[in-house]
Structures are given as structure tokens and as C-alpha cells.
């Protein structure tokens, strides 16, 4: 595929790791004024509601004319996510990203709400996106769930899973019905390619082999691949600083 034309969009989580912008309103206007989409919380450094329908107005106006997709949370009832469907609809949004205990597919599986959350989602030309956790809960609930998708975190792959290969084997269970990506980079353990902890990292910066993406990409192409690929990434704290200056100071040839 062509990463060039890659539609790059910024996750309003990002700027909660900032002291500024101070606004929702001035992060939006930050990513798009440099050229980029968003996707947005429902949630903004405490405050909550940001979906809700008496808030509607403002976020149809924030986001008028740029390219976005919507992140759940919060989710406890179907009411809950029909009002998230209908923030995503109303201000032409591509996707709703959910998490699998928001459609309730985890351990404990309750198939008819996913059902009635899908269709609805469907109806309203919503694509539901479920976040990648455990890989057996995926592929169960796109089984059971015709109009659900993918939307694929690169760092969960590692962390969520103890596979030799994770992005081989969730990119070969997932990638034709992956519709939308979370890129981040994550921190290994030294010799595997099992994740430490969900970093939130940069893409490039920690460990996550080069060859892994491309073997993403690559997929993706062959899908014909359309979507977006958000940056979900959070600053660096004094005690990786430290951290990220022993790896490099460890990878000198001296």
C-alpha cells in the first residue's frame, strides 16, 4: 500500500499527557491545522459527556470538514452505546471504536447485545471497530457478529497474547475485516517478542521490529486496505528518559 496517502489522524487521548492545548476545541484545531484528522474521546481531562446529545451541536461544528472517528468509553447499557453511535453518525465520523467488554464478547459473552449494538450501528452507516484484546475473543465475536470490525492496535498484539509471531498471528486471523488502526510502539522483553506493558510509544521508538509493520502493511495491501491509522501515544516520564537513554548507551559500539 501506499503509506504516503496513509490518512494519519491524532487521538484526542494524546493531548491529555500535555499541559496544552487547554481545550478540547484547540486540540482538534491543532491536529487539523497541521494537516491530520482526529479521533475523539468522549471524555476531556475530567469532563465527560462530550458525546451526549446536548453537546451534539458543538461537536458537529468542531468537527465539520475534518476526516474523524470516535473512541468509546463508558459504555455500561445499550442506551450508552446507541448515543455514541449516533455522535459518530451525526458528525459524519467513519468509525466508533469499542473495546471488547463495551459490546460484552470477552469471557462471558452476551451476543445479543452485540447483535443489537451492530445492527443499529448498521442502520446508521456506523462501522463498529473492536479494539484487538485477547485473539480468540476477536475472532469468536467477528463469527458470531457479521456487521463488526477490526480496528487493530499494533502494541496490543504484543501484550494481549504470548505468541512466538503476534503480529503474524493476528494480522493472518484479522486482516479481512481490519478497518481502522491504532499505531503505537511498545517495549519487549529482551530476546522475545512479548510486550513488558501497553507504552503507547511512539512508532519506531521502542521495539516492535521493523519487519512486523511491513508485515502489516503488507496485509493491508492486499486487502485493499482504506482506513485511517490514529497515533495513539502518550509523552515520555523522567524514569524512561533515564531508560531510553540506557538502551542507547547500550547499543554503542564501543
Given at each position: 500500500?501506499?503509506?504516503?496517502?496513509l490518512?494519519?489522524?491524532?487521538s484526542t487521548?494524546?493531548?491529555?499527557?500535555?499541559?496544552s492545548p487547554a481545550?478540547l476545541?484547540?486540540?482538534v484545531?491543532?491536529?487539523?491545522?497541521a494537516g491530520f484528522g482526529?479521533?475523539?474521546?468522549p471524555?476531556?481531562?475530567?469532563?465527560?459527556?462530550v458525546?451526549?446529545?446536548?453537546?451534539r451541536?458543538?461537536?458537529?461544528?468542531l468537527?465539520?470538514?475534518v476526516?474523524?472517528s470516535?473512541?468509546?468509553?463508558g459504555i455500561?447499557?445499550?442506551?450508552?452505546i446507541?448515543e455514541?453511535i449516533d455522535?459518530?453518525?451525526?458528525?459524519?465520523?467513519?468509525?466508533l471504536?469499542?473495546h471488547i467488554?463495551h459490546?460484552r464478547?470477552?469471557?462471558e459473552p452476551?451476543f445479543g447485545?452485540?447483535?443489537?449494538?451492530t445492527s443499529y450501528?448498521s442502520?446508521?452507516?456506523?462501522?463498529?471497530?473492536?479494539?484487538?484484546?485477547?485473539?480468540?475473543?476477536l475472532?469468536r465475536?467477528l463469527?458470531r457478529?457479521s456487521?463488526?470490525?477490526?480496528c487493530f492496535?499494533?502494541g496490543?498484539a504484543?501484550?494481549?497474547?504470548?505468541?512466538?509471531?503476534p503480529?503474524?498471528?493476528f494480522?493472518?486471523?484479522l486482516?479481512?475485516r481490519i478497518r481502522?488502526?491504532?499505531?503505537?510502539?511498545?517495549y519487549?522483553?529482551?530476546?522475545t517478542?512479548r510486550?513488558?506493558?501497553d507504552?503507547?510509544?511512539?512508532p519506531?521508538?521502542c521495539?516492535?521490529?521493523?519487519?512486523?509493520?511491513e508485515?502489516?502493511?503488507?496485509?493491508?495491501?492486499e486487502t485493499?486496505y482504506?482506513?485511517?491509522?490514529?497515533?495513539e501515544?502518550?509523552?515520555f516520564?523522567?524514569?524512561?528518559?533515564?531508560?531510553?537513554?540506557?538502551?542507547?548507551?547500550?547499543?554503542l559500539?564501543?
Amino acid at each position: 500500500m501506499d503509506i504516503q496517502t496513509l490518512d494519519l489522524r491524532i487521538s484526542t487521548w494524546n493531548y491529555e499527557g500535555y499541559s496544552s492545548p487547554a481545550t478540547l476545541e484547540e486540540a482538534v484545531r491543532d491536529a487539523a491545522g497541521a494537516g491530520f484528522g482526529v479521533e475523539v474521546w468522549p471524555t476531556w481531562r475530567g469532563r465527560s459527556g462530550v458525546f451526549a446529545a446536548d453537546n451534539r451541536s458543538c461537536l458537529k461544528e468542531l468537527l465539520a470538514g475534518v476526516r474523524s472517528s470516535l473512541h468509546a468509553a463508558g459504555i455500561e447499557s445499550i442506551e450508552d452505546i446507541v448515543e455514541q453511535i449516533d455522535a459518530c453518525a451525526e458528525t459524519e465520523s467513519d468509525v466508533l471504536v469499542v473495546h471488547i467488554d463495551h459490546l460484552r464478547v470477552g469471557s462471558e459473552p452476551d451476543f445479543g447485545f452485540g447483535r443489537e449494538a451492530t445492527s443499529y450501528a448498521s442502520e446508521k452507516g456506523v462501522f463498529l471497530a473492536l479494539e484487538n484484546g485477547e485473539l480468540n475473543y476477536l475472532v469468536r465475536a467477528l463469527d458470531r457478529l457479521s456487521d463488526l470490525y477490526i480496528c487493530f492496535d499494533t502494541g496490543h498484539a504484543y501484550v494481549m497474547d504470548e505468541f512466538a509471531r503476534p503480529m503474524h498471528e493476528f494480522v493472518n486471523a484479522l486482516k479481512w475485516r481490519i478497518r481502522h488502526l491504532h499505531l503505537q510502539d511498545i517495549y519487549l522483553e529482551r530476546g522475545t517478542r512479548r510486550g513488558l506493558f501497553d507504552a503507547h510509544r511512539t512508532p519506531g521508538t521502542c521495539d516492535i521490529p521493523k519487519e512486523d509493520y511491513e508485515y502489516l502493511f503488507e496485509a493491508l495491501d492486499e486487502t485493499g486496505y482504506k482506513g485511517a491509522a490514529v497515533l495513539e501515544v502518550r509523552p515520555f516520564g523522567p524514569v524512561e528518559v533515564a531508560h531510553q537513554t540506557q538502551r542507547f548507551l547500550e547499543s554503542l559500539s564501543l
